[in-house]
């Protein structure tokens, strides 16, 4: 595609300039600067915005005075001053229960958590037919979670092999090797140049095999950690006697089991996700330090549910219910799992997040997948219909205007991805350092970090019409595309137009969003 064909073919030609051009946060066509000259003699209000996520560096030098503070309760008395159920939860609520001494927490696949509920029911069945009526759904979600469980353990078992076959070719390239260094004083250059004089070919493929081991530090250590790594999954990802709530010891199936976890929002200090999470919606602007958030009138309110893993129903329920209750606008979630044990009790807390104006954000998940016929949760659709207006889901675009423009990972659908947004090669702030990072996950943070400039300027917009103009003032983009892949498969080599992998067929843009917010909310 020329240019004239690109400037014909959207809101406008500096709109496409802008999404080929990179701004202050890396972002391709979000129009953030041109959204910011829109607002400057305009004031805007603080507003509060949920990060359901892993734990939160609440201590990161370009988030600190970005934090939420419950002025309701008295740090550290030990009472539950405000009366919501939590106590001395002055910055939000540690769900995992984990402490800075514990060491990364692992909680198992949540089709290894179905398992575990229904094989005691269904292990005596052999099909469907057997099956009592009323226990059919759950039984294909049993059977369903059984061979992805089985897929999954295949696949780990298999990896084991392979390393274990590294290892002999590893053990027999170095014996050969020995035979001309015995004081073993390998280098790469040593082993090419012996390689180049060596007339027996199976020596010559051997030292070859033994330059690679050596030119990337792989001996018997590096397979055995990786073989006991695999193995470490396989005890407790994928072990249905694992006991993944050991660190809150509640009831994962009772909903009313609480409370449980801890006010330590930093939990063990170490994990990241929902720190660049945080900083790409808020870090500080125009500081001279870190990065430029979307929006910094902004107050994070960390909710940690995530670990090594997948999210509990029970937690993300729970979480957002929290986040309604304690004034949060926008909620991200930068999440989700291809399964759900309780799914209603997700849904009923979106519902609860859109009876009180709550706009929920989350990622599509990057598995390359369409989300039309492969499940993913948490999602507002039930049974082909939309149970909420309150919930955006988010897939993530290139750096690049061509065939490419949705990243390969990025899942995708018609009907249950809504909008795009950058989310490759993004600058964000982790506990100790500026990093570059890829994934849908970024991508939600920059609708939620739009969606919460919207509610600032304009508080008289409801969250479903926040979602409305989100929608409707994206960029199209008229664009034949390549439809991403999952990890293994063949991409499709025939292109599909941009528009139809996403409901609104557009790439969000703030300024767009924001002449159309105030055009809404002057009209009510």
Known sequence: MDKKEMSESSVGNESHLDIISREKLGLLGINLEKAYNFLKNKKGDTIIIAVIDTELDIAQEDLKNQIWINKDEIPNNNIDDDDNGYIDDVHGWNYVGSKKSDKVPYTSYEYVRILKKYKPLFDEYNSLLEVPKKYAKNFKLYQKAYARYNSEVEGKESEMARFKRIEKRYIDAKAVAQKYFPKEEYTTAKLDSLKSILTDEAEQKLISNFAYYTEYNIDENWVENRIN???????????LDYNDRYLTNDDANDLNDFPYGNNNVQGIYAISHATQIASLIAA?????????????????????IAVVGNEFDKDIALAIRYAVDNGAKVINMSFGKEFSMYPEWVNEALKYAESNNVLVVTSSGNNGLNIDKNDDFPTDNLNGHEIVKNFIKVGNTSQKMDSTLVFSSSNYGKENVDIYAPGTKIPCLSRSEKVIDTGTSLSSAVVSGIASLLFSYYPNLSASEVKEIILASGTSIDLMVLKPYAIGAKRDPNKVPFSSLSKSGKIVNAYNALLLAEQVSKNK
């Open 229 to 239: 790594f695999e193995k470490f999954k396989l005890n407790t990802l994928l072990n």
């Open 284 to 304: 500080k602007r125009n500081n001279n330090t870190g990065i430029d958030g979307i929006n910094d009138k902004v107050k994070i309110m960390p909710l940690s």
